[in-house]
């Protein structure tokens, strides 16, 4: 799959401008180098991943409930296989600082492996979300792993740290997703996180096939995840 080929269709069809189309192209090195950088502190290889021409704005009419998705995790389950998918917004590519794209995608990858383990043990039904922006905020933090338990690089600790210590927030790239991207009238996707849900029925998930090796990973990553958590209560 070509990551940038829906950006290349809103350019052939007059939706992005020439100079945004170059700009994420020329950019679009920053999120390869960190798909590699990630690669290589956890010894997993990292899902597909792919560039959506828009910023995808979610919440309520309560402008306290609204915020920028700068990119999410998209599971797609057939039968006896699941694929999770990644999408990023085309601002984020093309405006985000390089700590800020790997943190993200750092972040996306954590939900990956929490999605897979869950599927795995058979624990996801039905996952529903919170409507409430800052409720989501909160589920968000509490059951990803530990970065500490997948990444053996203490700079993309860092990253994930520093930028997700409540849910993600970054002004500067805001300012510019308002002055370069809305302002300028580039398509703005719009979702409601009351519909962003994951349902699954019980023969769809013992149908599911996983990599034996991705298990095994997992496996050793949720004992060293376990014992973190403890000495963060002791």
């Known amino acids: 799959m070509n990551p940038l080929e829906k950006v290349s269709q809103s350019f052939e069809n007059d939706i992005i401008p020439k100079t945004t189309y170059e700009l ?3 950019r679009f090195s920053l999120v390869s180098d960190g798909i590699m950088r990630i690669e290589k502190a956890s010894s997993i290889k990292y899902p597909i991943i792919y560039v959506e021409p828009s910023i995808i704005v979610s919440g309520n009419t309560n402008s306290l409930d ?8 998209i599971p797609l389950i057939s039968d006896d ?7 990023l917004s085309a601002p984020l590519v093309a405006y985000g600082l390089k700590g800020t794209i790997h943190a993200i995608l750092a972040h996306e990858f954590l939900h990956y492996l929490e999605l897979v383990t869950r599927l795995s043990n058979n624990e996801l039904i039905s996952d529903e979300i919170s409507s409430n922006l800052f409720e989501n905020v909160y589920f968000d933090n509490t059951r990803l792993l530990e970065p500490r338990s997948v990444f053996n690089d203490n700079t993309l600790i860092s990253h994930i740290t520093k930028r997700f210590p409540s849910g993600f927030r970054d002004y500067k ?4 997703v308002l002055k370069f991207w809305v302002e300028q009238k580039l398509p703005v996707s719009k979702i409601s996180l009351d519909t962003n849900t994951v349902k699954l029925n019980a023969t769809q998930l013992s149908n599911i096939k996983f990599d034996e090796l991705l298990l095994q990973q997992l496996e050793i990553i949720k004992t060293k995840d376990s ?3 403890k000495k963060k209560l002791y």
Do not use: F, M, N
């Open 24 to 26: 994420i192209q020329k």
């Open 66 to 73: 609204i915020g920028i998705l700068y990119a999410r995790t």
């Open 81 to 87: 296989s699941i694929h999770v998918v990644i999408q």
């Open 173 to 176: 790239l805001e300012d510019k």
């Open 227 to 229: 014992k973190l958590r």
